[in-house]
């Protein structure tokens, strides 16, 4: 897919939810320090929610995320941003 198509469709996605930032699986992955496959077996378990975007794409809020980190807080460390670049 051009990446032109890709910006249209993730914008329509934002759209549809309000405008809110949406996290990407592997954003996610390296927030929590997890491997992505990690983040895959939260989704298909149910503990993670999410939202689907056009081309079988899983796609976050900040909203989704934080609620699950709550929940787990004892199993994940939430690495932020700043904590990557170290």
């Known amino acids: ?3 032109s198509n890709r910006v249209r469709k ?3 996605a934002l759209e549809r939810h309000g405008g809110r930032v949406l996290l990407k699986t592997q954003e996610v992955a390296d927030l929590c320090g997890v491997h992505l496959n990690t983040v895959y077996s939260w989704i298909h378990s149910g503990e993670l929610q999410y939202v689907r975007l056009p081309g079988k794409t ?3 809020t900040w ?3 934080q609620d699950f980190i709550d929940a787990r807080r004892e199993q994940v460390k939430v690495r932020y941003p700043s904590d990557l670049a170290a």
């Open 10 to 12: 993730d914008r329509v």
């Open 58 to 60: 899983y796609a976050f």
């Open 63 to 65: 909203d989704q995320i």
């Open 1 to 3: 897919m051009k990446k």
